[in-house]
């Protein structure tokens, strides 16, 4: 039987909750981070547009999820990456909008 002392000790179990890169001090949601997703998910529309013209033009396969190839058989690449660039969009103003309104 094991004693106390062998046993593995957590030392961060009593130590305090720390905010991780998606929050800021007050716990609430950074919107940096959403103003960032936002513009990475603009330049990904752009790289989906180019890589799926390369794929029709050229030929091939590749893997995607079940809902970008929903899209994507429905209204093609230029919805496809509309849809991305879209909802970039949507993060990207709001993103704005929160640093605004913690800067006001």
């Not at 919107?31 to 050229?58: C, D, H, N, Q, S």
């Given at each position: 039987?094991?004693?106390?002392?062998?046993?593995?000790?957590?030392?961060?179990r009593?130590?305090?909750?720390?905010?991780d890169?998606?929050?800021?001090?007050?716990?609430?949601?950074?919107?940096?981070?959403?103003?960032?997703?936002?513009?990475?998910?603009?330049?990904?529309?752009?790289?989906?547009?180019?890589?799926f013209?390369?794929l029709?033009?050229?030929?091939?396969?590749?893997r995607?999820?079940?809902?970008?190839?929903?899209?994507?058989?429905?209204?093609?690449?230029?919805?496809?990456?509309?849809?991305?660039?879209?909802?970039?969009?949507?993060?990207?103003?709001?993103?704005?909008?929160?640093?605004?309104?913690?800067?006001?």
């Amino acid at each position: 039987m094991a004693t106390d002392e062998s046993l593995p000790v957590d030392e961060t179990r009593d130590a305090e909750p720390q905010a991780d890169a998606a929050t800021d001090a007050d716990g609430e949601d950074s919107p940096w981070g959403t103003l960032v997703l936002g513009i990475l998910m603009i330049v990904g529309a752009g790289w989906i547009y180019w890589y799926f013209g390369k794929l029709e033009a050229e030929g091939g396969s590749v893997r995607m999820p079940a809902i970008a190839w929903a899209i994507y058989g429905a209204i093609g690449r230029t919805g496809l990456a509309g849809v991305v660039g879209l909802l970039g969009a949507v993060f990207t103003f709001g993103g704005l909008a929160g640093v605004r309104n913690r800067s006001a």
